[in-house]
Structures are given as C-alpha cells and as structure tokens.
C-alpha cells in the first residue's frame, strides 16, 4: 500500500528557508514522478512542480522559479522540497504526491498528509 | 501559467445532477486530453475522482463523469448525495511538464 509521510508543521520568519520531506513506501520509489501541490489557508490548490526520482529531473512552475528544489534521495525512499525567501503569501499546507494513475499521463492519486508552513515574523 | 477558470460555487438537492465547468486556453485544455478532477473535503488531502479527461480510477462512482470540449472541460456529478459536498479542481497538463490547476468549486448539497 503507497503511502507518503510528510514532515511536521514549521514555523518561519520572513526571508528564511522551509524543507519539507516526504517518505515514500509500498511501491518502488523511482517507479513514479512526486508532484508538489500546495494551499494556502481558504484558498485553493497550486501546483509547485515535480521530480523525476530516477535521475531528479525536475520541472517548477513559472512562479517558484529561482526559489523553490526538489530533491530526491532514492536510498531512503524520501522527496524533499526546499522553499527559500519565504514571505506571508507562501504560508500555506505543502503536499507530496506520487503521479502512479497512469493512463495517457500519470496522475497523482496517493497524497500525503501535508506539512503546514507558517510564515510569521 | 494561469490558474485555470471555474465557477466558484455550484448547488443541487438530493438526486439532481450538478456540472462543473472548467476553462483554460489553447495551451492546455485545449491541446491536450490530460485533464484530470480532483475532490477534496475539507482538512483532507484532495482524491483523484477523473484522469484522462473521462477515465475513472477504481473505487470511484460512476456518478462521476468528466467530458471536454474545446478549452472547457467539465465534471459532471449525477444523483447527488450529501457526501458529494466539497471543493472540487481540475488540473491540466500545460506542455513542457507543467500543470496548472483550476480555482476550485465549492460543490453544496441542498
């Protein structure tokens, strides 16, 4: 059974850096691309980008250009999306999911539980 | 990269059908059949519901069904039932490996 767990709750001040993990198990972990999606609070879903484990080629989504890295560590099954220059606005649940409902595309159907970021001076 | 465009709340009673439209342009609905409708009810992580534009994922009701027409594609939920009381967003592929999701629509159970 897939199954994606994701790092706790952070808080951090204007300017700094988040790193959000999400471990992966039930499936073997370079099988799948892992999207990042994110919410801020009563908004709806943003997709941030995704990452290719076998081989960490990554595509970001216009808007996170220059700040936001996904990584991968594939002996330890674990996605990692690193966020730096943080503002108010980026307050908001991070997801990892995993692209493993594949038809014409592979789509995300397992999500993890989300790890909230708050971003407060 | 633009969110793509859906109506902001959608209502029906019991039993009624519901549509939930979804607008984008030539670059992603309107080039590509990698559309896909995601559930999500709240504090939870969003449920894949459509992919493909209209395939459904095992487990999934086929009181759902997803169609696209040009730059819209839409989701259609018949006989609802007051579990079926969420947000709802599509999301495309937009080339390039990027994806775009829609606003989201507040789907209320009268």
């Known amino acids: 059974q897939v199954q994606l767990a994701q790092s706790g709750a952070e808080v951090k001040k204007p300017g700094a850096s988040v790193n959000v993990s999400c471990k992966a198990s039930?499936?073997?972990?370079?099988?799948?691309?892992i999207h990042w999606v994110r919410q801020a609070p009563g908004q709806g879903l943003e997709w941030m980008g995704v990452?290719?484990?076998?081989?960490?080629?990554?595509t970001y989504a216009p808007s996170f250009q220059g700040r936001l890295t996904m990584t991968t560590d594939t002996s330890t099954s674990t996605a990692y999306m690193e966020l730096t220059g943080l503002r108010s606005a980026d307050t908001a649940v991070y997801y990892c999911s995993v692209g493993s409902q594949c038809g014409g595309d592979c789509y995300p159907d397992y999500w993890g539980q989300g790890s909230l970021v708050i971003v407060s001076s | 990269q633009s969110a793509l465009t859906q109506p902001r709340s959608v209502s029906g009673s019991p039993g009624q059908s519901v549509t939930i439209s979804c607008t984008g342009t030539?670059?992603?609905?309107?080039?590509?059949?990698?559309v896909s409708w995601y559930q999500q009810h709240p504090g939870k992580a969003p449920k894949l519901l459509i992919f493909?534009?209209?395939d459904r994922p095992s487990g999934v009701p086929d009181r759902f069904s997803g169609s696209k027409s040009g730059t819209t594609a839409s989701l259609t939920i018949s006989g609802l039932q007051a579990e079926d009381e969420a947000d709802y967003y599509c999301r495309s592929y937009a080339g390039n490996s990027l994806y775009v999701f829609g606003t989201g629509t507040r789907v209320t159970v009268l």
């Open positions: 039930g499936y073997t972990f370079t099988t799948y691309w």
């Open positions: 990452i290719n484990p076998t081989g960490g080629r990554t």
């Open positions: 493909d534009v209209s």
């Open positions: 030539i670059s992603d609905i309107g080039d590509y059949r990698y």
